[in-house]
């Protein structure tokens, strides 16, 4: 029994689970990087509220959910209605990515993931990401997998050298980016432009959609061509990460001709 307390006690540590008030506070005191605050829901505890406003102030993303949740997250069974998820690395900004391409003296190659929350999805998105010479990866502060260690391991490592940034408003970063000279190109199965037809060579965008509803309708709106990966069979749809290496190689293949 001990052995498997210490088992999952060290897959605890693994996977940056953090539990309880005081690790909580003293995480945000410390200025760790943290990915999300799950507080359960209708707590009106005056602690549990400083720790949302403590977060919230850190812009870390805090989120209400229903007490059987925590339960399930927790290895020691005393959370206290309160989890915080470290983020293995920092966050970067939309700026350093642009930043990075600049540097490289290349037109910039972005991958933006619209509400991926399954990690081991966002973690092959950025492996592949990084492999194919793209310059960052953006994600949004809600309803998406974040830079967890089940990621971390995904990817391969490549977390560490990839930027990822993380926005609160998606469609709003999309506008600045179309400001900038930044093509977006969103991945849908009805388009009538197939990926072959897309000129990938200048400044791009290429979105990725969430695993079951795929882009959401402003987002969407937002982009600035559609575009179809061609399918056979009676299957309409590939896995997000899938999607992702597709675009992403032919927009390597192009800008290698």
């Not at 052995?3 to 060290?10: G, L, P």
């Not at 795929?214 to 600035?224: A, F, K, N, P």
Request: hydrophobic share 45%; net charge neutral.
């Amino acid at each position: 029994m001990d052995k498997q307390r210490d088992w999952k006690e060290r897959q605890q540590e693994a996977d940056g689970i953090i539990e309880g008030r005081n690790a909580v506070i003293e995480a945000l005191r410390a200025g760790a990087p943290i990915d999300k605050v799950y507080i359960a829901k209708g707590e009106t505890d005056s602690a549990l509220g400083h720790i949302a406003s403590k977060a919230r102030a850190a812009g870390i993303a805090v989120v209400d959910c229903d007490r059987r949740k925590l339960d399930g997250m927790s290895v020691t069974h005393s959370h206290q209605g309160v989890i915080a998820v470290a983020a293995v690395r920092e966050y970067a900004s939309v700026e350093d990515i642009l930043r990075a391409a600049r540097d490289k003296g290349e037109a910039p190659l972005l991958v933006v993931c619209d509400e991926l929350s399954d990690p081991h999805n966002l973690g092959a998105v950025i492996r592949t990401a990084y492999c194919a010479g793209a310059h960052g990866v953006v994600i949004p502060k809600r309803r998406s997998a974040g830079l967890t260690a089940v990621v971390a391991k995904t990817s391969a490592g490549a977390v560490s050298h990839l930027p990822v940034a993380r926005v609160a408003n998606l469609t709003a970063c999309l506008k600045e980016l179309k400001e900038q000279g930044v093509w977006v190109y969103g991945t849908a199965a009805d388009a009538r432009q197939t990926m072959y037809q897309a000129d990938l060579r200048g400044p791009a965008a290429i979105v990725i959609g969430s695993e079951g509803e795929g882009m959401s309708r402003l987002v969407r709106e937002t982009c600035d061509v559609l575009l179809s990966i061609p399918m056979k069979g009676e299957l309409n749809s590939l896995n997000a990460s899938a999607s992702a290496a597709i675009l992403l190689y032919e927009a390597v293949r192009q800008r290698l001709g």
